[in-house]
């Protein structure tokens, strides 16, 4: 799930059984192999959306616990725009981390890199590897050694009002050329504006970024890319489509604003991932699913490309209880937990075995996105790759709420990557 650098929810609680203690709180928190079963407390922080994946993950830790009935696990959502720093103030103090952390692909490297990550190589974590999608491992590793397990593996396309798009006579968008003018015909049929495009995110700006050629970083090179001609001309594209009106965009609560935009009908279009899907069908105008519909991101001048995103489930380096923990990963991340969570949330498997499963290979989402997901563009899988977001975020609001020029957004960017990446050009 991703809901989005900053996201607000309120931290739920949720114990899966009935002890309470965490992983580091002196409480009884280890766990013993004497006997051959494994023991003790999980303290397992989940990112997932409350409402709709949460419940799924939940109940899918409450069978890990039948499967090892003296092992207690304390479930606890955190919400996703949190827990990165959430995670590193409790690691770094050695009080209050948990066991098990769902880790968004990005910082992983960075929990690594300092120290706050169990290495899993030969642990009970990492049963079958060699099943899991190799674009899904590679946010998984540093330095050689293995610090996550895939959970989930995402990427963005447009989801579109089928029933606006028709009212309106228009196909959907291949280019963003194309969304101009399937807006301008949308608005004069409808009443309706074309695109709700997050302003609060930078996420979502990369799929323009990739559509004219460009990148936040070259991590092979250690050079700064986001202020290159192709990162400026991604921001006047962004800038264009709100200016134009194809779009609408906010500067603060953007997933909320676009999702109750999307699922009352109010707008045409959104850009969006798998971990939206379920969301999405809550709205009033999805009741009947097959209104929905998804399809590539429009592409740019430069060709068509969209993020690879994702999570990992990461064990904490000071836990209390490693060998309950990997099993949990292990199960978490296992054909069973897996299948479950692509029939429910129309989440994509990071296993390619899971693919094969009928209630998987019979779901239209996942359908669409799996081909999507193999062909989105890598982002640095560096220490740094999350923080890369933040100065992005910034520039690419002020850019689209007029407060900065498309060269000024991407040099104030690109200015702020170098002093963060110090030895890169």
Same mark, same amino acid.
Request: proline residues 4%; neutral net charge; glycine residues 10%.
């Given at each position: 799930?991703?809901?989005?650098?900053?996201?607000?929810?309120?931290?739920?609680?949720?114990?899966?059984?009935?002890?309470?203690?965490?992983?580091?709180?002196?409480?009884?928190?280890?766990?013993?192999?004497?006997?051959?079963?494994?023991?003790?407390?999980?303290?397992?922080?989940?990112?997932?959306?409350?409402?709709?994946?949460?419940?799924?993950?939940?109940?899918?830790?409450?069978?890990?616990?039948?499967?090892?009935?003296?092992?207690?696990?304390?479930?606890?959502?955190?919400?996703?725009?949190?827990?990165?720093?959430?995670?590193?103030?409790?690691?770094?103090?050695?009080?209050?981390?948990?066991?098990?952390?769902?880790?968004?692909?990005?910082?992983?490297?960075?929990?690594?890199?300092?120290?706050?990550?169990?290495?899993?190589?030969?642990?009970?974590?990492?049963?079958?590897?060699?099943?899991?999608?190799?674009?899904?491992?590679?946010?998984?590793?540093?330095?050689?050694?293995?610090?996550?397990?895939?959970?989930?593996?995402?990427?963005?396309?447009?989801?579109?009002?089928?029933?606006?798009?028709?009212?309106?006579?228009?196909?959907?968008?291949?280019?963003?050329?194309?969304?101009?003018?399937?807006?301008?015909?949308?608005?004069?049929?409808?009443?309706?504006?074309?695109?709700?495009?997050?302003?609060?995110?930078?996420?979502?700006?990369?799929?323009?970024?990739?559509?004219?050629?460009?990148?936040?970083?070259?991590?092979?090179?250690?050079?700064?890319?986001?202020?290159?001609?192709?990162?400026?001309?991604?921001?006047?594209?962004?800038?264009?489509?709100?200016?134009?009106?194809?779009?609408?965009?906010?500067?603060?609560?953007?997933?909320?604003?676009?999702?109750?935009?999307?699922?009352?009908?109010?707008?045409?279009?959104?850009?969006?991932?798998?971990?939206?899907?379920?969301?999405?069908?809550?709205?009033?105008?999805?009741?009947?699913?097959?209104?929905?519909?998804?399809?590539?991101?429009?592409?740019?001048?430069?060709?068509?490309?969209?993020?690879?995103?994702?999570?990992?489930?990461?064990?904490?380096?000071?836990?209390?209880?490693?060998?309950?923990?990997?099993?949990?990963?292990?199960?978490?991340?296992?054909?069973?937990? !897996? @299948?479950?969570?692509? *029939?429910? =949330?129309?989440?994509?498997? +990071?296993? $390619?075995?899971?693919?094969?499963?009928?209630?998987? %290979?019979?779901?239209?989402?996942?359908?669409?996105?799996?081909?999507?997901?193999?062909?989105?563009?890598?982002?640095?899988?560096?220490?740094?790759?999350?923080?890369?977001?933040?100065?992005? !975020? @910034?520039?690419?609001? *002020?850019? =689209?709420?007029?407060?900065? +020029?498309? $060269?000024?957004?991407?040099?104030?960017?690109?200015? %702020?990557?170098?002093?963060?990446?110090?030895?890169?050009?």
């Amino acid at each position: 799930m991703r809901r989005g650098i900053a996201a607000t929810a309120l931290v739920a609680a949720l114990g899966v059984t009935l002890a309470a203690c965490g992983s580091d709180d002196g409480n009884g928190g280890g766990g013993s192999k004497g006997s051959g079963e494994l023991s003790g407390t999980v303290t397992w922080w989940d990112t997932s959306t409350v409402g709709s994946e949460d419940k799924v993950f939940k109940k899918l830790a409450e069978d890990f616990t039948k499967k090892h009935p003296k092992v207690t696990v304390k479930y606890v959502n955190v919400p996703f725009g949190e827990a990165q720093n959430k995670f590193k103030n409790a690691a770094q103090s050695g009080s209050g981390a948990p066991d098990v952390i769902r880790s968004e692909v990005a910082w992983t490297p960075d929990f690594a890199n300092l120290g706050y990550l169990a290495p899993l190589d030969g642990t009970a974590a990492l049963k079958d590897d060699k099943d899991f999608l190799k674009q899904a491992s590679a946010s998984t590793k540093y330095n050689g050694k293995t610090y996550g397990v895939p959970q989930v593996i995402d990427s963005m396309g447009i989801f579109y009002n089928k029933k606006i798009f028709k009212d309106a006579g228009v196909d959907v968008p291949k280019s963003v050329d194309e969304l101009k003018s399937v807006a301008t015909k949308i608005k004069e049929k409808t009443g309706k504006t074309a695109l709700y495009l997050r302003g609060d995110d930078a996420y979502w700006f990369l799929s323009f970024l990739y559509g004219e050629g460009g990148d936040m970083a070259n991590a092979e090179q250690k050079k700064i890319t986001i202020d290159n001609a192709a990162g400026v001309k991604a921001f006047s594209t962004v800038k264009d489509l709100v200016d134009s009106k194809a779009a609408i965009t906010d500067a603060t609560n953007g997933w909320d604003n676009m999702q109750a935009a999307f699922k009352d009908g109010k707008v045409a279009m959104m850009i969006n991932g798998p971990w939206a899907v379920s969301d999405t069908y809550a709205g009033k105008e999805f009741a009947d699913k097959a209104n929905l519909g998804i399809a590539p991101v429009p592409a740019g001048s430069a060709g068509q490309g969209a993020p690879q995103g994702g999570h990992n489930l990461a064990v904490y380096a000071g836990s209390k209880n490693l060998d309950a923990s990997y099993a949990f990963v292990e199960y978490m991340t296992s054909v069973e937990a !897996q @299948t479950t969570a692509a *029939k429910e =949330l129309s989440l994509l498997p +990071t296993r $390619e075995s899971v693919y094969i499963k009928p209630d998987v %290979a019979s779901n239209e989402m996942i359908g669409f996105f799996k081909p999507v997901v193999e062909k989105a563009v890598e982002r640095p899988w560096i220490p740094e790759g999350g923080s890369l977001f933040a100065p992005l !975020q @910034t520039e690419y609001t *002020k850019v =689209l709420t007029n407060q900065a +020029t498309p $060269e000024q957004g991407a040099k104030a960017t690109g200015d %702020a990557y170098r002093k963060l990446l110090k030895d890169w050009k």
